[in-house]
């Protein structure tokens, strides 16, 4: 493949941001050839063309190839991740399961976590798997849209979310909901006797130098699982080249052997995007390859794309929803066009 280095506007433009995130373990320098000039060129120019779009980062086979602010904080700066707060949560399952805090994903609510069972909780709720929670196929009633505002006034919302009725049959379709990512955060705390920002801050944040700042918590001091986390782009890129590598980190395994692949899997659908679902990450086909992606509202986005070696982080503001078939649909659009135009450029 003929390689070349960055165009100049684009290495510019990094040499005249202060990124100390850039030189950070596991990733080589902007500074090093990064190939595809043309592809990162037509991505940048797109990119700032996208009103609603805040920052961008490219990697590619563990190279930054493009890394842009177009409006507000600077790459390196933390920005508010929203639901790809759920993909952070998933690799923490990953990690416990590494370490032996769990033993898979078939262990149930009631083995790992009895202490969060409410008494009068429908019997099923006991042996809800880990996977179901991974999945977003519980099947109590979802606690996002509409219903968020009222679980997150509750005044315990583990117990809020566990006595809800079953509007699905546990395992059956998926149901986006935010307070099962909770719960899981919360058994996982619980079996660990740490809180999710430790775990966090240890499992993922030393081997990665990602520094997650305390999040918001619920009325039990637990913090909240499946939103409201803080990552920079640049961290986020990181979290997103974690996956691409298998779970490992300059030699270190940090989460289970096979968690990436199996996280990549498709185990349901969204009933919103129909994309397929695995462990945490939402998944679609991109440039003719399979991209996973973790997403947050607003339209803060990681895509891993394996095959490819590329990762995208992408963070936008958080007053608007990014739905998808519209805002959501554009910056899949951007990442689908890089990795075409990467292709030609390849074969050329």
């Keep these: 493949m003929k390689r070349r280095t960055l165009l100049k506007s684009v290495a510019t433009c990094l040499a005249s941001t202060s990124l100390p995130g850039i030189a950070a373990p596991g990733i080589r320098a902007v500074s090093r050839p990064a190939g595809n000039v043309r592809a990162v060129d037509l991505l940048a120019d797109a990119a700032r063309r996208v009103d609603r779009l805040h920052s961008i980062v490219v990697m590619r086979q563990g190279e930054i190839v493009l890394a842009e602010t177009f ?17 952070v949560v998933a690799a923490l399952i990953g990690c416990a399961i590494e370490r032996g805090n769990i033993a898979d994903v078939d262990v149930t609510l009631g083995e790992i976590a009895p202490e969060l069972l409410p008494a009068d909780a429908d019997p099923r709720v006991t042996g809800l798997r880990v996977q179901d929670f991974l999945t977003m196929r519980i099947g109590l009633e979802r606690q996002s849209g509409r ?9 315990d919302w583990v117990r809020y979310t566990l006595t809800r009725p079953f509007t699905a049959q546990p395992g059956g379709r998926m149901l986006y909901s935010t307070a099962g990512w909770h719960v899981l955060g919360a058994a996982l705390s619980q079996v660990t006797g740490k809180s999710l920002l430790t775990l966090s801050r240890e499992w993922l944040g030393k081997p990665l130098d990602i520094e997650f700042a305390p999040w918001t918590r619920d009325p039990q001091g637990r913090y909240l699982g499946g939103n409201e986390m803080s ?25 289970a052997d096979q968690w990436a692949s199996q996280s990549f899997e498709p185990r349901t659908v969204s009933p ?33 794309i394996p095959e490819t070696g590329v990762v995208v982080a992408m963070t936008s503001g958080t007053s608007r929803a990014a739905r ?15 990795l075409s135009a990467m292709r030609d450029e390849d074969d050329a």
């Design 231 to 255: 990552m920079s782009p640049l961290e986020m890129a990181r979290f997103g080249e974690l996956y691409r590598l298998g779970g490992r980190w300059e030699g270190q395994r940090v989460m």
């Design 272 to 304: 919103w995007s129909s994309d397929a679902y695995g462990y945490g990450w939402f998944l679609r086909s991109l440039g003719g390859h399979l991209s996973a992606y973790a997403r947050g509202y607003g339209g803060q986005l990681v895509h891993v």
């Design 324 to 338: 998808s078939g519209g805002y959501m649909d554009t910056l899949h659009t951007l990442v689908d066009d890089y």
């Design 147 to 155: 219903n968020y505002g009222r679980w997150s006034a509750s005044d």
């Design 71 to 87: 409006r507000g904080p600077p790459v390196d700066q933390a920005v508010n991740v929203k639901s790809v707060s759920k993909s």
